[in-house]
């Protein structure tokens, strides 16, 4: 992504709340204001990624730490969704929410986005006068 994507963590056994802060966006569908974990794995800001085309989720931990937890990238017809709950220690793929949030993900990032574009050798728009 271009920076080094260093962040603060920790695991410390503790509630994770993710706050949903786009509830307009299609990854958001069927999640109320805030996913709660009981258990979780700390990340924490400042986390040295790109500013996000849009920001969906963001977390806060018991220990008091806050951190963009859902985000989304364009690049060129491409779609991706950095979602940061899930720790092997922790059994969070099991959480209903969770999972609606990946399957929200695919559909949105396996939906077309903008006209294909023209590539290779263009036949001039109007007559080149001097050839």
């Known amino acids: 992504m271009g920076t080094t994507c260093n962040l603060k963590w920790r695991e410390a056994n503790e509630k994770e709340r993710l706050w ?3 509830p307009a966006h299609p990854i958001t569908e069927g999640i109320g204001a805030f996913i709660e974990l009981e258990q979780e794995e700390m990340y924490g800001e400042h986390f040295d990624i790109p500013v996000p085309d849009e920001l969906v989720f963001i977390s806060w931990f018991e220990g008091g730490e806050v ?3 859902g985000c989304t990238y364009y690049r060129g017809k491409g779609k991706v969704f ?3 709950p ?3 220690t922790y059994p969070t793929y099991h959480n209903k929410d969770i999972l609606r949030v990946i ?3 695919v559909r949105w990032a396996g939906l077309p986005r903008g006209a294909k574009p ?3 050798n263009a036949q001039p728009l109007e007559t080149i006068a001097n050839p």
Do not use: D, K, L
Request: proline share 0%.
């Open 103 to 105: 399957s929200n993900a």
């Open 67 to 69: 951190f963009r937890s």
């Open 20 to 22: 949903v802060v786009n």
């Open 82 to 84: 950095y979602f940061r």
């Open 86 to 88: 899930g720790h092997e």
């Open 118 to 120: 023209v590539y290779g």
